[in-house]
């Protein structure tokens, strides 16, 4: 049985929670974060709000803000298990005052209520010692299949790229959804040209897909899309737009 705490009671945290339960190998033995909405009750005094030193654990798992990383691991200096944080764009030396340190990154985005089966994505593991890596690659086969050990360089270029591809692009989308509803329109008109927009990227270079009025440099439509806009609207179409346009002359 391997014991886990969890420090960190948001999005992530309350997702490696709900997924440990459902482990027969994997025990919670602390979870650490705000307490609220009665749940020390219902994790049966397990819900804690600071980290219980005498109760002996084999990773703790920092699902925490990154700016916070730093912080709380200082007041980590004497554990003896292996601490994890969850973060893509941190290095593994963030975790500080602690000798057996390491990265457990899933490539995801989580949000509490909306639940995601992590065996069908990826995580990005590291570890300080050959050791706990060995341990952490077992340890993360059981949440997901897909397993990558990945250095701070590579996990900080997979962490911008998810930006772009998730992020971002959810903030495109919701501007689009906001478009249409002040005209009263469903967003489902779009459904089948989203669905369609992110299954091509998983079999093309999406700077050969690209169409729209901006790769063709279409000033006539563009104006006609601008006259619909708010100013910050319009500052985001046309920033993308020449990135469009100079993409399909130079290449990404």
């Known amino acids: 049985m391997t014991r886990v705490s969890i420090i960190g009671a948001g999005n992530l945290g309350t997702h490696i929670f709900n997924k440990i339960e459902k482990i027969s190998s994997l ?3 602390q979870w650490i974060g705000k307490s609220e909405n009665g749940q020390n009750i219902r994790l049966n005094n397990r819900f804690f709000d600071n980290y219980q030193f005498q109760i002996e654990s084999d990773i703790c798992i920092l699902a925490v803000p990154d700016k916070q990383i730093s ?15 969850t973060s893509g764009a941190s290095s593994i030396n963030d975790i500080k005052s602690v000798k057996r340190k390491g990265v457990f990154y899933p490539i995801q985005s989580f949000i ?9 994505y990826p995580i990005c593991i590291d570890a300080a010692y050959k050791n706990d890596l060995d341990f952490l690659k077992e340890f993360s086969k059981k949440f997901s299949s897909l397993v990558h050990h990945i250095n701070d360089k590579q996990r900080l270029k997979i962490h911008t790229s998810a930006v772009f591809a998730n992020n971002f692009s959810n903030h ?11 005209s009263n329109l469903s967003y489902k008109l779009l459904h089948p040209l989203v ?14 897909t690209q169409s729209g009025p901006a790769i063709r440099n ?24 020449k990135s469009i346009y100079k993409s399909s002359k130079n290449g990404l």
């Open 27 to 29: 025990k919670c033995v």
């Open 71 to 85: 912080i709380i691991s200082k007041k980590l200096k004497n554990i003896k298990s292996l601490v994890v944080h």
């Open 112 to 120: 509490k209520g909306i639940e995601l089966n992590l065996k069908e």
């Open 172 to 182: 495109l989308i919701s501007i689009s959804q906001k478009l249409l509803k002040k």
């Open 195 to 208: 669905n369609e927009t992110f299954n091509r990227s998983f079999t093309n270079n999406c700077i050969d």
């Open 218 to 241: 279409d000033e006539e439509t563009q104006k006609k899309h601008l006259s619909v806009l708010n100013k910050n609207e319009k500052e985001i179409y046309l920033k993308i737009s």
